[in-house]
């Protein structure tokens, strides 16, 4: 029997050099960290890579087209309001006043039906900024109230804020925003001109209103300085409207330039205001009489004349 090399114990370990694996010529091929191999290749990796890209390009393509389905749908609901008999069909609903009350509401407004969806926002935006400015005035009405019975000599300036809330409510509505609501509703150059120029006014005045000039009927800073040596409580109180006066100030601002972008990029243009306003009072009935009449009475006199 033959000897083993351990010195006869046929169970013994092998040693480096019976193991066939531990030979050079086989360590120097096995593969190593700085080797791609089968082992660390994984195909899903890129898979899940490119089905993440298709999920969000496929997000962002439907996304598109509900914004376009949702503008599909508001132009159709038009259509079908026209087909009906246009604005004639369409019941009036702003101001909300309720059925019993004998003023029936005067305008006809929908954000989501009548305006593109892109500038839905910043109608709403406008509308609400409207509203806070009716309730400001509200607060203004209040605080001046409050300084009238605190100083005696404020009446001038109280009663003024009463004619500011009687005005400037209504005034507002149907100066400036419904210019815009109607500019943006129907790309109309001619109410984005009017929107412009008023609202600029109206952002001079919401300034004015923050300021608070004493006896001109605005609880402003200057006005709850003064106050705020007489009555502590009712200067809080005209400090709180002051403070609101501003917000609206520099919210008017930014969405008078904010909207004056939109506008620029419409392709609106002061040559279609002119077009818009020259078509709209030719086509006023009364406008139209007039100007036959006066054609009329000129050939009269024109055949009479020796």
């Given at each position: 029997?033959?000897?083993?090399?351990?010195?006869?114990?046929?169970?013994?370990?092998?040693?480096?050099?019976?193991?066939?694996?531990?030979?050079?010529?086989?360590?120097?091929?096995?593969?190593?960290?700085?080797?791609?191999?089968?082992?660390?290749?994984?195909?899903?990796?890129?898979?899940?890579?490119?089905?993440?890209?298709?999920?969000?390009?496929?997000?962002?393509?439907?996304?598109?087209?509900?914004?376009?389905?949702?503008?599909?749908?508001?132009?159709?609901?038009?259509?079908?309001?026209?087909?009906?008999?246009?604005?004639?069909?369409?019941?009036?609903?702003?101001?909300?006043?309720?059925?019993?009350?004998?003023?029936?509401?005067?305008?006809?407004?929908?954000?989501s039906m009548e305006i593109p969806q892109e500038f839905q926002k910043t109608v709403s935006t406008m509308y609400y900024l409207w509203m806070c400015s009716t309730l400001a005035l509200l607060l203004n009405f209040l605080a001046c109230l409050a300084s009238f019975?605190?100083?005696?000599?404020?009446?001038?300036?109280?009663?003024?804020?009463?004619?500011?809330?009687?005005?400037?409510?209504?005034?507002?509505?149907?100066?400036?925003?419904?210019?815009?609501?109607?500019?943006?509703?129907?790309?109309?150059?001619?109410?984005?001109?009017?929107?412009?120029?008023?609202?600029?006014?109206?952002?001079?005045?919401?300034?004015?209103?923050?300021?608070?000039?004493?006896?001109?009927?605005?609880?402003?800073?200057?006005?709850?300085?003064?106050?705020?040596?007489?009555?502590?409580?009712?200067?809080?109180?005209?400090?709180?409207?002051?403070?609101?006066?501003?917000?609206?100030?520099?919210?008017?601002?930014?969405?008078?330039?904010?909207?004056?972008?939109?506008?620029?990029?419409?392709?609106?243009?002061?040559?279609?205001?002119?077009?818009?306003?020259?078509?709209?009072?030719?086509?006023?009935?009364?406008?139209?009489?007039?100007?036959?009449?006066?054609?009329?009475?000129?050939?009269?006199?024109?055949?009479?004349?020796?």
């Amino acid at each position: 029997m033959a000897q083993s090399r351990d010195g006869g114990n046929p169970f013994a370990e092998p040693s480096e050099l019976d193991n066939p694996f531990q030979d050079p010529a086989v360590i120097q091929h096995r593969p190593s960290r700085q080797y791609a191999t089968l082992d660390v290749y994984n195909p899903f990796e890129t898979r899940e890579a490119s089905a993440a890209a298709a999920t969000a390009e496929l997000l962002k393509k439907q996304e598109e087209l509900n914004r376009k389905a949702e503008e599909l749908d508001r132009r159709e609901r038009e259509l079908q309001h026209a087909a009906l008999g246009g604005t004639a069909t369409r019941q009036n609903n702003w101001p909300p006043l309720p059925s019993f009350c004998p003023v029936q509401p005067c305008f006809f407004q929908d954000i989501s039906m009548e305006i593109p969806q892109e500038f839905q926002k910043t109608v709403s935006t406008m509308y609400y900024l409207w509203m806070c400015s009716t309730l400001a005035l509200l607060l203004n009405f209040l605080a001046c109230l409050a300084s009238f019975c605190v100083e005696t000599n404020n009446g001038a300036g109280f009663g003024l804020s009463i004619l500011w809330v009687l005005l400037f409510t209504p005034c507002s509505f149907v100066c400036w925003y419904r210019p815009m609501y109607k500019a943006f509703r129907s790309d109309s150059s001619f109410n984005f001109f009017v929107f412009f120029f008023i609202f600029f006014v109206q952002d001079v005045l919401f300034v004015l209103q923050a300021i608070g000039i004493p006896g001109w009927g605005f609880s402003g800073w200057i006005s709850a300085l003064v106050v705020l040596k007489a009555n502590t409580a009712v200067a809080v109180l005209m400090l709180l409207v002051a403070l609101l006066f501003t917000g609206i100030a520099v919210l008017g601002i930014v969405m008078l330039k904010r909207i004056h972008s939109l506008y620029r990029r419409t392709g609106a243009s002061f040559q279609k205001a002119q077009q818009e306003f020259a078509a709209g009072v030719f086509s006023n009935p009364a406008v139209r009489t007039a100007a036959a009449n006066a054609a009329a009475g000129a050939a009269e006199n024109a055949f009479r004349a020796p």
